[in-house]
């Protein structure tokens, strides 16, 4: 069995459940992308999905569903999804082999 596109964390998973349970609509999982904007040229994208579009991959973490644009596999390709709670900042962080740098805020991300 091939590995999955992308990983989560156990705190990614439970952070996406808590999200769904609380979608207003009737969400079936969290769509990933990659959008061109910041510093370094690339953001990730979160955003609700009610289901898969054309094209798109999904992964599946314990009961939770990822669905990734397919204009993003090639930038994600084994990068793991995490789930982060500071002082001054939480969300989705992404480790991912791919990038080689970041912004000095850590908002976006060039490969």
Known sequence: MAAPLITLTDRAVEHAR????????????????????GCSGLSYVVEYADAPR???????????KIFIDPKAIMYLVGAEMDY????????FEFSNPNEK???????????
């Open 54 to 64: 054309k094209f798109e991959e999904v992964v599946e973490a314990k009961g939770v």
């Open 84 to 91: 982060v709670e500071g002082k001054f900042k939480s969300g």
């Open 18 to 37: 808590t999200l769904l349970a609380k979608a207003e609509n009737s969400a079936q999982g969290l769509r990933l992308a990659v959008s061109t904007k």
């Open 101 to 111: 740098g970041r912004c000095g805020c850590g908002e976006s991300f060039h490969v």
